[in-house]
Protein backbone atom coordinates (compact mmCIF):
# COMPACT_ATOMS: atom_id res chain seq x y z
CA UNK A 1 0.00 0.00 0.00
CA UNK A 2 1.08 3.86 -0.67
CA UNK A 3 3.11 5.40 2.67
CA UNK A 4 1.02 8.53 3.47
CA UNK A 5 2.15 11.47 1.76
CA UNK A 6 2.18 15.44 3.49
CA UNK A 7 0.69 18.47 1.86
CA UNK A 8 2.01 21.13 3.27
CA UNK A 9 0.47 24.15 2.83
CA UNK A 10 1.43 28.31 3.27
CA UNK A 11 0.21 30.63 0.93
CA UNK A 12 -1.10 28.13 -1.37
CA UNK A 13 -4.69 27.58 0.22
CA UNK A 14 -7.15 25.95 -2.41
CA UNK A 15 -7.52 23.26 -3.95
CA UNK A 16 -7.65 23.87 -7.66
CA UNK A 17 -5.17 24.45 -9.54
CA UNK A 18 -2.98 23.32 -6.86
CA UNK A 19 0.54 21.63 -7.95
CA UNK A 20 1.26 20.16 -4.74
CA UNK A 21 -1.60 18.62 -4.29
CA UNK A 22 -2.00 17.01 -7.09
CA UNK A 23 1.51 15.85 -6.99
CA UNK A 24 0.69 14.23 -3.53
CA UNK A 25 -2.36 12.87 -4.34
CA UNK A 26 -0.69 11.19 -6.97
CA UNK A 27 1.80 9.69 -4.83
CA UNK A 28 -0.75 8.08 -1.84
CA UNK A 29 -2.95 8.69 0.77
CA UNK A 30 -2.38 12.81 1.65
CA UNK A 31 -1.73 14.22 4.96
CA UNK A 32 -3.05 18.03 4.47
CA UNK A 33 -0.78 20.00 6.78
CA UNK A 34 -0.84 23.35 7.77
CA UNK A 35 1.79 25.07 10.03
CA UNK A 36 1.81 28.37 11.91
CA UNK A 37 5.63 29.14 12.25
CA UNK A 38 6.24 31.88 13.80
CA UNK A 39 10.13 31.43 14.57
CA UNK A 40 12.07 30.21 12.11
CA UNK A 41 15.39 32.28 11.83
CA UNK A 42 14.73 34.75 9.27
CA UNK A 43 11.10 34.16 8.90
CA UNK A 44 8.95 37.47 9.31
CA UNK A 45 5.79 36.84 11.31
CA UNK A 46 2.73 37.61 9.57
CA UNK A 47 1.02 40.71 10.90
CA UNK A 48 -2.28 41.01 12.99
CA UNK A 49 -4.90 41.59 9.76
CA UNK A 50 -2.92 38.72 7.90
CA UNK A 51 -3.65 36.38 10.75
CA UNK A 52 -7.44 37.27 10.83
CA UNK A 53 -7.56 36.29 7.03
CA UNK A 54 -5.57 33.19 7.36
CA UNK A 55 -8.04 31.98 10.36
CA UNK A 56 -10.65 32.46 7.96
CA UNK A 57 -8.80 31.03 5.22
CA UNK A 58 -8.18 27.66 7.03
CA UNK A 59 -11.45 26.97 8.29
CA UNK A 60 -12.92 27.28 4.62
CA UNK A 61 -10.03 25.26 3.76
CA UNK A 62 -10.77 22.29 6.44
CA UNK A 63 -14.22 22.47 5.06
CA UNK A 64 -13.86 22.10 1.65
CA UNK A 65 -10.87 19.38 2.61
CA UNK A 66 -13.59 17.29 4.99
CA UNK A 67 -16.32 17.68 2.45
CA UNK A 68 -13.95 15.23 0.16
CA UNK A 69 -12.69 13.08 2.53
CA UNK A 70 -9.93 14.54 4.24
CA UNK A 71 -9.07 16.89 7.25
CA UNK A 72 -6.37 19.57 7.49
CA UNK A 73 -4.15 18.67 10.23
CA UNK A 74 -2.62 22.05 12.58
CA UNK A 75 0.67 22.51 14.07
CA UNK A 76 2.83 25.17 15.55
CA UNK A 77 6.49 25.85 15.54
CA UNK A 78 9.42 25.71 13.53
CA UNK A 79 7.93 24.64 9.58
CA UNK A 80 11.52 22.18 9.39
CA UNK A 81 11.04 20.46 12.85
CA UNK A 82 7.71 19.78 12.64
CA UNK A 83 7.41 18.38 9.35
CA UNK A 84 10.59 15.69 10.47
CA UNK A 85 8.66 15.04 13.14
CA UNK A 86 5.45 14.81 11.38
CA UNK A 87 7.39 12.23 9.23
CA UNK A 88 8.44 9.91 11.88
CA UNK A 89 5.13 10.33 13.35
CA UNK A 90 3.30 9.06 10.19
CA UNK A 91 5.74 7.17 8.73
CA UNK A 92 5.08 9.47 5.45
CA UNK A 93 7.16 8.88 2.34
CA UNK A 94 7.58 13.00 1.66
CA UNK A 95 6.54 16.11 1.62
CA UNK A 96 4.91 18.12 -0.91
CA UNK A 97 4.76 21.32 -1.33
CA UNK A 98 4.42 24.57 -4.01
CA UNK A 99 7.83 26.83 -4.59
CA UNK A 100 7.54 30.26 -2.44
CA UNK A 101 9.31 33.40 -3.15
CA UNK A 102 9.87 34.66 0.68
CA UNK A 103 13.72 33.78 1.04
CA UNK A 104 13.15 32.47 4.40
CA UNK A 105 11.45 29.16 2.96
CA UNK A 106 15.17 28.25 1.50
CA UNK A 107 16.56 27.51 4.41
CA UNK A 108 13.80 25.18 5.46
CA UNK A 109 13.34 23.32 2.45
CA UNK A 110 17.13 22.84 2.15
CA UNK A 111 17.07 21.10 5.66
CA UNK A 112 14.49 18.77 4.50
CA UNK A 113 16.39 17.97 1.36
CA UNK A 114 15.51 15.22 -0.53
CA UNK A 115 12.26 14.58 1.41
CA UNK A 116 10.57 17.38 -0.28
CA UNK A 117 9.04 17.68 -3.46
CA UNK A 118 8.28 21.05 -4.95
CA UNK A 119 5.81 21.34 -7.12
CA UNK A 120 4.91 24.40 -9.75
CA UNK A 121 5.00 27.80 -7.99
CA UNK A 122 2.74 30.60 -6.12
CA UNK A 123 3.32 32.55 -9.59
CA UNK A 124 2.71 31.96 -12.90
CA UNK A 125 6.31 32.65 -14.13
CA UNK A 126 8.90 29.98 -12.74
CA UNK A 127 11.63 32.21 -11.08
CA UNK A 128 14.53 32.78 -13.16
CA UNK A 129 12.44 32.00 -16.85
CA UNK A 130 12.52 35.59 -17.72
CA UNK A 131 15.77 36.97 -18.61
CA UNK A 132 17.36 39.72 -20.71
CA UNK A 133 19.34 38.66 -23.43
CA UNK A 134 22.51 38.77 -22.23
CA UNK A 135 21.29 36.10 -19.65
CA UNK A 136 20.55 38.58 -16.19
CA UNK A 137 17.20 39.62 -14.63
CA UNK A 138 15.11 42.86 -15.78
CA UNK A 139 15.10 45.44 -13.33
CA UNK A 140 12.88 47.60 -15.09
CA UNK A 141 8.77 46.46 -15.59
CA UNK A 142 8.61 47.57 -19.39
CA UNK A 143 10.58 45.09 -20.95
CA UNK A 144 9.82 42.28 -18.36
CA UNK A 145 6.35 42.31 -19.05
CA UNK A 146 6.95 42.58 -23.15
CA UNK A 147 9.12 39.37 -22.00
CA UNK A 148 7.28 37.93 -20.07
CA UNK A 149 4.23 37.66 -22.90
CA UNK A 150 6.39 34.97 -25.05
CA UNK A 151 6.07 32.47 -21.73
CA UNK A 152 2.41 33.73 -21.01
CA UNK A 153 -0.96 32.49 -21.18
CA UNK A 154 -0.41 30.30 -17.81
CA UNK A 155 -1.36 26.83 -18.76
CA UNK A 156 -5.19 25.81 -18.44
CA UNK A 157 -5.45 25.93 -14.74
CA UNK A 158 -6.79 21.90 -13.29
CA UNK A 159 -10.15 22.04 -11.61
CA UNK A 160 -10.16 20.89 -7.89
CA UNK A 161 -10.22 17.22 -7.29
CA UNK A 162 -13.90 15.86 -6.62
CA UNK A 163 -12.69 13.01 -4.35
CA UNK A 164 -9.17 13.17 -2.12
CA UNK A 165 -7.70 10.17 -0.32
CA UNK A 166 -6.82 11.48 3.27
CA UNK A 167 -4.81 8.98 5.71
CA UNK A 168 -5.76 8.99 8.91
CA UNK A 169 -4.05 12.22 10.71
CA UNK A 170 -2.47 12.58 14.08
CA UNK A 171 -3.49 14.80 16.61
CA UNK A 172 -2.95 18.20 16.21
CA UNK A 173 -3.82 22.20 17.22
CA UNK A 174 -7.56 23.59 17.19
CA UNK A 175 -7.86 26.44 15.31
CA UNK A 176 -8.95 28.71 18.00
CA UNK A 177 -6.40 28.41 20.49
CA UNK A 178 -3.67 29.85 18.08
CA UNK A 179 -5.16 33.00 18.98
CA UNK A 180 -5.63 34.88 15.69
CA UNK A 181 -8.50 36.70 15.55
CA UNK A 182 -8.46 39.61 18.20
CA UNK A 183 -9.98 39.93 21.14
CA UNK A 184 -10.54 42.89 23.38
CA UNK A 185 -10.90 45.36 21.38
CA UNK A 186 -11.80 43.27 18.04
CA UNK A 187 -10.87 45.75 15.30
CA UNK A 188 -11.48 43.69 12.58
CA UNK A 189 -15.46 44.20 12.64
CA UNK A 190 -14.94 46.63 9.50
CA UNK A 191 -13.83 43.12 7.31
CA UNK A 192 -16.79 41.81 7.16
CA UNK A 193 -16.78 42.70 4.12
CA UNK A 194 -14.39 40.19 2.95
CA UNK A 195 -14.85 36.46 2.44
CA UNK A 196 -11.48 34.84 2.88
CA UNK A 197 -11.50 30.90 1.57
CA UNK A 198 -11.36 29.48 -2.12
CA UNK A 199 -14.80 29.96 -2.63
CA UNK A 200 -14.74 33.65 -1.26
CA UNK A 201 -11.83 34.17 -4.37
CA UNK A 202 -14.09 32.15 -6.63
CA UNK A 203 -16.92 34.58 -5.63
CA UNK A 204 -14.86 37.94 -6.06
CA UNK A 205 -13.42 36.82 -9.63
CA UNK A 206 -17.04 36.55 -10.87
CA UNK A 207 -18.22 40.07 -9.26
CA UNK A 208 -14.71 41.48 -10.93
CA UNK A 209 -15.86 39.77 -14.46
CA UNK A 210 -19.45 41.86 -14.77
CA UNK A 211 -16.59 45.11 -14.30
CA UNK A 212 -13.25 43.87 -16.00
CA UNK A 213 -14.21 45.80 -19.46
CA UNK A 214 -14.03 49.26 -17.35
CA UNK A 215 -11.15 48.37 -15.28
CA UNK A 216 -8.56 50.64 -17.93
CA UNK A 217 -10.76 53.39 -17.23
CA UNK A 218 -11.82 53.08 -13.13
CA UNK A 219 -8.78 51.24 -11.86
CA UNK A 220 -7.23 54.40 -10.22
CA UNK A 221 -10.90 55.82 -9.14
CA UNK A 222 -10.79 55.13 -5.37
CA UNK A 223 -14.53 55.94 -5.18
CA UNK A 224 -15.60 53.14 -8.10
CA UNK A 225 -15.36 49.64 -7.37
CA UNK A 226 -13.00 49.44 -10.77
CA UNK A 227 -10.24 46.99 -9.04
CA UNK A 228 -10.67 43.27 -8.54
CA UNK A 229 -10.10 43.42 -4.84
CA UNK A 230 -8.17 39.82 -5.32
CA UNK A 231 -4.78 40.82 -4.00
CA UNK A 232 -5.44 38.82 -0.43
CA UNK A 233 -6.72 35.85 -2.13
CA UNK A 234 -4.11 35.83 -4.20
CA UNK A 235 -1.70 36.33 -1.87
CA UNK A 236 -2.89 33.65 0.12
CA UNK A 237 -3.04 31.56 -2.64
CA UNK A 238 -6.87 31.19 -2.80
CA UNK A 239 -7.04 31.22 -6.29
CA UNK A 240 -4.04 31.14 -8.96
CA UNK A 241 -2.88 33.66 -11.08
CA UNK A 242 -3.57 31.42 -14.02
CA UNK A 243 -7.04 30.90 -12.82
CA UNK A 244 -7.61 34.74 -12.93
CA UNK A 245 -5.82 35.39 -15.83
CA UNK A 246 -7.84 32.74 -18.03
CA UNK A 247 -11.00 33.70 -16.14
CA UNK A 248 -10.41 37.25 -17.66
CA UNK A 249 -9.20 36.57 -20.94
CA UNK A 250 -12.05 34.38 -21.48
CA UNK A 251 -14.32 37.65 -20.68
CA UNK A 252 -12.63 40.72 -22.18
CA UNK A 253 -10.74 39.07 -24.59
CA UNK A 254 -6.54 38.79 -24.45
CA UNK A 255 -6.14 42.62 -26.04
CA UNK A 256 -8.95 44.63 -23.89
CA UNK A 257 -7.50 42.62 -20.63
CA UNK A 258 -4.24 43.17 -20.92
CA UNK A 259 -4.41 46.83 -18.82
CA UNK A 260 -5.56 44.11 -16.43
CA UNK A 261 -2.87 41.36 -17.18
CA UNK A 262 -0.06 43.72 -16.67
CA UNK A 263 -1.12 44.18 -13.20
CA UNK A 264 -1.04 40.19 -12.60
CA UNK A 265 2.74 40.46 -14.49
CA UNK A 266 3.65 43.57 -12.12
CA UNK A 267 2.94 40.31 -9.29
CA UNK A 268 5.68 38.51 -11.29
CA UNK A 269 7.99 41.45 -11.40
CA UNK A 270 8.01 41.50 -7.62
CA UNK A 271 8.50 38.57 -7.07
CA UNK A 272 11.57 38.51 -9.24
CA UNK A 273 12.90 41.22 -7.57
CA UNK A 274 12.29 39.93 -3.99
CA UNK A 275 14.73 37.26 -5.53
CA UNK A 276 17.36 39.53 -6.26
CA UNK A 277 16.72 41.93 -3.47
CA UNK A 278 15.74 39.79 -0.31
CA UNK A 279 16.16 41.98 1.74
CA UNK A 280 14.32 44.38 -0.30
CA UNK A 281 11.94 45.41 2.77
CA UNK A 282 14.90 46.38 5.06
CA UNK A 283 17.47 48.20 2.55
CA UNK A 284 17.06 50.44 -0.07
CA UNK A 285 17.78 49.33 -4.22
CA UNK A 286 19.58 52.77 -4.53
CA UNK A 287 21.87 52.84 -1.53
CA UNK A 288 22.36 56.52 -1.13
CA UNK A 289 19.05 56.54 0.48
CA UNK A 290 20.54 54.49 3.29
CA UNK A 291 22.39 58.28 4.08
CA UNK A 292 18.54 59.89 4.11
CA UNK A 293 18.24 61.99 7.22
CA UNK A 294 14.45 60.77 8.44
CA UNK A 295 12.04 62.35 10.91
CA UNK A 296 12.98 60.93 14.23
CA UNK A 297 9.71 59.63 15.09
CA UNK A 298 10.63 58.89 18.69
CA UNK A 299 9.99 61.88 20.38
CA UNK A 300 8.23 65.16 19.75
CA UNK A 301 6.86 66.30 16.22
CA UNK A 302 7.81 63.56 14.44
CA UNK A 303 6.09 61.20 16.53
CA UNK A 304 2.72 63.23 16.53
CA UNK A 305 3.12 63.09 13.06
CA UNK A 306 3.32 59.53 12.57
CA UNK A 307 0.36 59.00 14.81
CA UNK A 308 -1.72 60.97 13.01
CA UNK A 309 -1.00 59.38 9.46
CA UNK A 310 -1.47 56.20 11.14
CA UNK A 311 -4.52 56.78 12.55
CA UNK A 312 -5.64 59.04 9.67
CA UNK A 313 -5.48 62.81 11.01
CA UNK A 314 -3.04 64.44 9.04
CA UNK A 315 -6.01 66.88 7.81
CA UNK A 316 -5.38 65.64 4.51
CA UNK A 317 -8.95 64.26 3.40
CA UNK A 318 -7.58 61.61 1.18
CA UNK A 319 -4.85 60.74 3.26
CA UNK A 320 -7.05 60.10 6.14
CA UNK A 321 -9.24 58.27 3.98
CA UNK A 322 -6.99 56.10 3.07
CA UNK A 323 -5.61 55.56 6.31
CA UNK A 324 -8.97 54.66 7.64
CA UNK A 325 -10.25 52.07 5.02
CA UNK A 326 -6.80 50.08 5.59
CA UNK A 327 -7.80 50.47 9.37
CA UNK A 328 -11.34 49.60 9.24
CA UNK A 329 -10.90 47.14 6.06
CA UNK A 330 -7.92 45.65 6.17
CA UNK A 331 -7.29 47.42 2.30
CA UNK A 332 -6.57 50.31 0.54
CA UNK A 333 -7.36 51.15 -3.28
CA UNK A 334 -3.78 51.14 -5.15
CA UNK A 335 -3.98 54.75 -5.87
CA UNK A 336 -4.08 55.66 -2.37
CA UNK A 337 -1.49 53.93 -1.11
CA UNK A 338 0.27 55.80 -3.05
CA UNK A 339 -0.69 59.20 -1.84
CA UNK A 340 -0.48 58.06 1.49
CA UNK A 341 3.15 56.58 1.49
CA UNK A 342 4.22 59.44 -0.51
CA UNK A 343 2.58 61.68 1.92
CA UNK A 344 4.33 59.46 4.78
CA UNK A 345 7.94 59.70 3.08
CA UNK A 346 8.21 62.95 1.70
CA UNK A 347 5.81 65.25 2.99
CA UNK A 348 6.62 64.03 6.92
CA UNK A 349 9.90 62.61 6.02
CA UNK A 350 9.30 59.64 7.64
CA UNK A 351 11.73 56.28 7.05
CA UNK A 352 10.16 54.36 4.41
CA UNK A 353 10.54 51.07 6.96
CA UNK A 354 8.57 52.56 9.08
CA UNK A 355 5.27 52.75 6.87
CA UNK A 356 6.06 49.07 5.14
CA UNK A 357 6.19 47.67 8.65
CA UNK A 358 2.19 49.19 9.46
CA UNK A 359 1.44 48.08 6.34
CA UNK A 360 2.24 44.54 6.86
CA UNK A 361 0.68 44.56 10.20
CA UNK A 362 -2.28 46.12 8.85
CA UNK A 363 -2.96 45.07 5.10
CA UNK A 364 -4.80 41.89 4.97
CA UNK A 365 -3.04 41.28 1.19
CA UNK A 366 0.32 42.11 2.91
CA UNK A 367 3.17 40.81 0.90
CA UNK A 368 6.92 40.70 0.89
CA UNK A 369 7.59 41.19 -2.23
CA UNK A 370 4.74 43.16 -3.77
CA UNK A 371 4.86 45.67 -0.24
CA UNK A 372 8.57 46.31 -0.11
CA UNK A 373 8.21 47.06 -4.06
CA UNK A 374 5.41 49.18 -3.38
CA UNK A 375 7.26 51.43 -0.82
CA UNK A 376 10.84 51.36 -2.79
CA UNK A 377 8.80 52.47 -6.01
CA UNK A 378 7.25 55.41 -4.33
CA UNK A 379 9.81 56.67 -2.38
CA UNK A 380 12.22 56.42 -5.75
CA UNK A 381 14.66 54.38 -3.90
CA UNK A 382 13.70 50.87 -6.33
CA UNK A 383 15.68 49.81 -9.05
CA UNK A 384 11.97 50.36 -11.00
CA UNK A 385 10.57 53.14 -9.75
CA UNK A 386 9.45 56.84 -9.94
CA UNK A 387 11.88 59.82 -9.26
CA UNK A 388 12.40 61.35 -5.57
CA UNK A 389 11.48 64.18 -6.97
CA UNK A 390 7.62 63.42 -8.02
CA UNK A 391 5.95 63.89 -4.82
CA UNK A 392 2.12 63.39 -5.07
CA UNK A 393 0.12 66.12 -4.32
CA UNK A 394 -2.76 65.09 -1.98
CA UNK A 395 -5.36 67.59 -3.24
CA UNK A 396 -4.50 67.92 -6.67
CA UNK A 397 -4.26 63.77 -6.69
CA UNK A 398 -7.49 63.94 -4.74
CA UNK A 399 -9.40 65.87 -7.49
CA UNK A 400 -7.74 64.29 -10.52
CA UNK A 401 -9.25 61.06 -9.67
CA UNK A 402 -12.49 62.40 -8.44
CA UNK A 403 -12.23 61.30 -4.93
CA UNK A 404 -15.02 62.64 -2.65
CA UNK A 405 -16.76 59.83 -3.10
CA UNK A 406 -14.31 58.08 -0.93
CA UNK A 407 -13.54 60.68 1.27
CA UNK A 408 -17.36 60.82 2.37
CA UNK A 409 -17.05 57.31 3.22
CA UNK A 410 -14.19 56.92 4.89
CA UNK A 411 -13.57 60.54 6.50
CA UNK A 412 -16.91 61.61 6.58
CA UNK A 413 -15.92 65.03 8.69
CA UNK A 414 -14.37 66.53 5.62
CA UNK A 415 -16.62 68.19 2.75
CA UNK A 416 -14.23 68.92 0.14
CA UNK A 417 -10.63 67.50 -0.96
CA UNK A 418 -8.88 70.49 0.35
CA UNK A 419 -6.91 70.33 3.92
CA UNK A 420 -8.53 71.44 7.21
CA UNK A 421 -5.50 71.86 9.83
CA UNK A 422 -2.59 70.43 8.14
CA UNK A 423 0.06 69.14 10.20
CA UNK A 424 2.47 70.11 7.51
CA UNK A 425 1.82 72.77 4.19
CA UNK A 426 2.61 70.90 1.53
CA UNK A 427 4.20 73.77 -0.33
CA UNK A 428 6.76 73.63 2.81
CA UNK A 429 6.89 70.07 2.95
CA UNK A 430 7.60 69.82 -0.77
CA UNK A 431 10.51 72.44 -0.45
CA UNK A 432 11.78 70.48 2.58
CA UNK A 433 11.85 67.25 0.91
CA UNK A 434 13.33 68.51 -2.32
CA UNK A 435 15.91 69.77 -0.05
CA UNK A 436 16.73 67.07 1.96
CA UNK A 437 17.08 65.02 -1.21
CA UNK A 438 19.33 67.63 -3.41
CA UNK A 439 21.88 67.24 0.31
CA UNK A 440 22.08 63.70 -0.43
CA UNK A 441 22.91 63.02 -3.57
CA UNK A 442 26.36 62.60 -4.57
CA UNK A 443 28.43 65.55 -5.83
CA UNK A 444 28.02 66.15 -9.48
CA UNK A 445 25.20 63.43 -10.06
CA UNK A 446 22.19 64.64 -12.34
CA UNK A 447 18.74 63.66 -11.35
C1 LIG B 1 3.07 51.45 -0.95
C2 LIG B 1 2.43 50.24 -1.59
C3 LIG B 1 2.34 49.04 -0.88
C4 LIG B 1 1.73 47.92 -1.45
N1 LIG B 1 1.66 46.76 -0.72
C5 LIG B 1 1.09 45.65 -1.28
C6 LIG B 1 1.01 44.44 -0.54
O1 LIG B 1 1.48 44.32 0.61
N2 LIG B 1 0.39 43.37 -1.13
C7 LIG B 1 -0.13 43.44 -2.40
O2 LIG B 1 -0.66 42.45 -2.89
N3 LIG B 1 -0.01 44.57 -3.13
C8 LIG B 1 0.56 45.67 -2.60
N4 LIG B 1 0.63 46.83 -3.35
C9 LIG B 1 0.22 46.82 -4.77
C10 LIG B 1 -1.25 47.19 -5.04
O3 LIG B 1 -1.59 48.36 -4.35
C11 LIG B 1 -2.23 46.08 -4.66
O4 LIG B 1 -1.83 44.85 -5.20
C12 LIG B 1 -3.63 46.40 -5.20
O5 LIG B 1 -4.09 47.62 -4.66
C13 LIG B 1 -4.58 45.29 -4.82
O6 LIG B 1 -5.88 45.60 -5.21
P1 LIG B 1 -6.63 44.75 -6.32
O7 LIG B 1 -6.51 43.29 -6.00
O8 LIG B 1 -8.00 45.30 -6.46
O9 LIG B 1 -5.76 45.07 -7.60
P2 LIG B 1 -6.03 44.95 -9.16
O10 LIG B 1 -5.80 46.27 -9.77
O11 LIG B 1 -7.35 44.31 -9.41
O12 LIG B 1 -4.85 44.01 -9.66
C14 LIG B 1 -4.96 42.57 -9.70
C15 LIG B 1 -3.79 41.95 -8.96
O13 LIG B 1 -2.55 42.31 -9.58
C16 LIG B 1 -1.54 42.45 -8.57
N5 LIG B 1 -1.07 43.83 -8.55
C17 LIG B 1 -1.78 44.95 -8.87
N6 LIG B 1 -1.00 46.05 -8.73
C18 LIG B 1 0.20 45.61 -8.30
C19 LIG B 1 1.42 46.26 -7.96
N7 LIG B 1 1.56 47.59 -8.08
N8 LIG B 1 2.44 45.51 -7.53
C20 LIG B 1 2.33 44.17 -7.45
N9 LIG B 1 1.20 43.49 -7.75
C21 LIG B 1 0.15 44.21 -8.17
C22 LIG B 1 -2.20 42.12 -7.24
O14 LIG B 1 -1.95 40.76 -6.94
C23 LIG B 1 -3.66 42.40 -7.52
O15 LIG B 1 -4.54 41.67 -6.67
C24 LIG B 1 1.23 47.99 -2.79
C25 LIG B 1 1.33 49.19 -3.48
C26 LIG B 1 1.90 50.31 -2.89
C27 LIG B 1 1.98 51.57 -3.68
Redesign the pocket.
Not at 227 to 231: E, F, Y
Given at each position: MARPQILWFRQDLRLADQPALAGAQDAGPIIPTYILDDASPGLRPMGAASRWWLHRSLERLDAALAARGARLLLRRGRSADVLCQLMEETGAEAIHATRHAEPWWGPIEARLGNRLRLHGATRMLRPGQVRTGSGTPYRVFTPFWRASLAHLPPPTPAPAPARLAGAAPPAGDRLTDWGLLPQNPDWARGFAEWQPGEAGAEAALRA?LSRVEAYAAR?DLPSEPG?????PH??FGEISPAAVWHAVEAVAGPQAAQP?TR??V??EF?HELLAQYPDGHERPHRPEFERMPWTDTEQGEGRRWLRAWQKGRTGYPIVDAGMRQLWQTGW???RV??IV?SFLTKHLRIDWRTGERW?WET?V???LA??A???Q??LGSGVDSQPYYRIFAPVAQSEKFDALGYIRRFAPEYAGHGPVNPIVEHGAARAAALAAWQALRAPGQRG
Open positions: FRTSRLSLHFQLWRAMHNRMAFLDADNNMGWWV
